[in-house]
């Protein structure tokens, strides 16, 4: 194999292993960016409802559907449309919920930058036992 044929191959390989990490997310970056989500929602053992639903147990989980949480007309309908929250849909969500779900209560914005979706819901996963 040739040098420059080399460089490239490794090149790959490094910009793949970097997309995979990236997709994958950091917990603990997860956790700085989650304090943005803190003022309505709460995770971990002790976790009280706030303004949000309690977010334990939220990947795998269908959307509208935690008891005891009084959600959107939209949020419950998702769920019984087979709205679940997986990473895809996550994603989909925390890029821009008004999006996802038409009618959400939720007036967050949204995280404009990927990396920083896939670190929440890599937060999250420490907090999740399905999927």
Known sequence: MTIPLRLAVATALVMAFAQTASAEGD????????KKCKICHAVGEGAKKKVGPILNDI?????????GYRYSKAMKKAGEEGLTWTDENLH??????????KGTKMVFPGLKKEADRANVIAYLRKY???E
């Not at 990947?59 to 559907?65: R, V």
């Not at 989909?92 to 008004?98: E, F, R």
């Open 59 to 67: 990947i795998g989980a269908t959307a509208g559907a935690q008891e």
């Open 92 to 101: 989909k969500y925390l890029l821009k919920p008004k999006d996802l779900v």
């Open 27 to 34: 917990p603990e970056k997860g956790e700085k960016v989650f």
């Open 128 to 130: 999740s036992k399905s």
